[in-house]
């Protein structure tokens, strides 16, 4: 299968009855979660969930799309710590750290 949105691939095992969970580290506005889930869908997938070590609070989150598991709310600012990193800096920090903090 073709790209879905530049640089992803998707699989090309079918997903004709599967059980799907997405996995991702956070969810901020949603829009690739969101794509690969109605791909997913429309591939013929029986049940896609999704799951998230962390959901951004704020309201810019795009409709049809929430996780169905997180781990914890973090603050709007960029976050990293927890195999997050920014400029590949952070990753190695033991908890979720914000920017600014």
């Excluded at 969810?27 to 998230?52: M, P």
Aim: hydrophobic share 35%; with cysteine; aromatic share 6%.
């Amino acid at each position: 299968t073709g790209p879905l949105l530049p640089g992803l691939l998707l699989p090309a095992a079918g997903m004709g009855g599967r059980r799907v969970l997405l996995v991702d580290d956070n969810l901020d506005e949603g829009h690739t979660l969101k794509a690969i889930k109605y791909w997913c869908e429309d591939e013929g997938a029986s049940d896609v969930r999704v799951a998230v070590l962390a959901t951004k609070s704020h309201d810019r989150c795009v409709d049809g799309i929430e996780a169905d598991y997180a781990g914890v709310e973090v603050p709007d600012p960029y976050v990293f710590g927890y195999g997050k990193g920014f400029h590949q800096q952070g990753r190695a920090r033991p908890g979720i750290n914000a920017l600014g903090e």
